[in-house]
């Protein structure tokens, strides 16, 4: 919709037939966006190959763990100068790669032409065209600004980023965290609870995040803080909804079972830690979250474990000027 309205033509793939006639004829998506006209300038197919043909962009938005696997297919279908565009969060399990590095592992594209997108972008929302912004994230920034040129839209304003990883990591940890505050929210627990899940989370992801090279900036930003804050507060949020039902004492198959849609942060979550293990990170959150969805672990004894964790500083230690800390430089610039 956002490309349609940016004035592209495009041609958008679905596996199944019977919803891609739907599609075209109703100018509608019955399954997945009930009740929202499509903009003129989408053509749905089945065929991949015609999706394909002579497209300036490929944006992929399956769930994680299916994109190799929907990749090996389509690979051979792009063109050299395809722009390729990730819109995932999550991280495969198994591998622990990152999306754009599923996509540059499966194509054989070079980082210049992969790309990111995401930020606060529930997908309910931006259907009804309700304004929010984003970060398009590329190493090769001039990439980045013409896909931003192509994506903008009076409701759709992206910032322009070279830190693919801050802008995947961001995504994919913060699926997790909402876990977590869905969790909590199921469970009956307040908002200093889930304030301080989030804030403990975005720590979680900032160090994970500065062991793989991440900009500590774009955690604080869209990609990163900008989307925890959503994810964890709204009830369009899959990942929300799916805690919150674990934490009303569901398990895991009843949920899978009731709400048959993608949470990306069960999966990922496992896919996160064992990222963070190999790099000596610890994730106490994300631990607890693969505790509960995929140990069975009851909730309440979860919460009780984090909080009986041993005492910490707040922040790292270069940052927390404690007493008999040396004064600040003289010549040191100061806050701005
Ligand atoms: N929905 C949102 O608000 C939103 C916003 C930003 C990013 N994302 C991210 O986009 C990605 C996809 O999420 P979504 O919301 O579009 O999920 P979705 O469940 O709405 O759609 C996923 C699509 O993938 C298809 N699919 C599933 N398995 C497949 C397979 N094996 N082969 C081919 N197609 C398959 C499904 O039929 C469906 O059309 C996720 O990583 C998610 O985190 C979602
Ligand atoms: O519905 P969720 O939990 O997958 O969240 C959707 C988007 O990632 C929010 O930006």
Not at 257 to 271: I, L, N, W
Request: glycine share 10%; hydrophobic share 40%.
């Amino acid at each position: 919709m956002v490309l349609a309205d940016a004035g592209c033509e495009v041609s958008l793939w679905g596996r199944r037939p019977e919803l891609v006639s739907a599609i075209n004829a109703t100018s509608t998506n019955r399954d997945y966006l009930p009740g929202v006209t499509l903009p003129s300038g989408i053509t749905a197919t089945a065929d991949a190959a015609t999706a394909a043909a002579g497209a300036d962009i490929a944006v992929f938005t399956v769930s994680s763990q299916v994109l190799r696997a929907c990749l090996a297919e389509w690979a051979p279908l792009l063109g050299r100068d395809t722009v390729l565009v990730s819109l995932m969060k999550g991280v495969e399990l198994g591998t622990t790669r990152r999306m754009s590095e599923v996509v540059a592992e499966v194509t054989g594209a070079g980082p210049d032409r992969i790309a990111v997108i995401s930020g606060p972008n529930l997908a309910g929302e931006i259907v009804r065209r309700q304004p929010a912004a984003a970060v398009i994230a590329c190493p090769d920034m001039s990439a980045a600004q013409r896909l931003q040129t192509v994506c903008r839209t009076r409701y759709f304003r992206p910032y322009t980023s070279t830190d693919v990883i801050g802008c995947e990591l961001g995504g994919a940890v913060k699926n997790v965290i909402a876990l977590a505050v869905g969790i909590a929210d199921g469970m009956g627990l307040g908002d200093n609870t889930k304030a301080s899940l989030m804030t403990r989370g975005l720590a979680e992801t900032a160090r994970l995040g500065q062991a793989l090279g991440a900009d500590p900036h774009t955690i604080a930003g869209l990609a990163g803080m900008g989307d925890l804050i959503a994810t964890c507060s709204s009830p369009l949020s899959r990942n929300h909804t799916f805690g919150a039902a674990l934490g009303r004492g569901l398990t895991l198959d009843e949920v899978r079972a009731a709400t048959r849609q993608t949470a990306e942060g069960v999966t990922s979550s496992e896919a996160v830690l064992a990222l963070a293990r190999c790099h000596g990170v610890d994730l106490p959150i994300t631990e607890t979250v693969v505790s509960v969805v995929h140990g069975g672990k009851p909730p309440r004894e979860a919460v009780e474990a984090l909080m009986a964790r041993s005492a910490k500083r707040e922040l790292p230690l270069k940052h927390d000027r404690g007493p008999g800390s040396p004064p600040p430089s003289r010549s040191a610039p100061g806050p701005r």
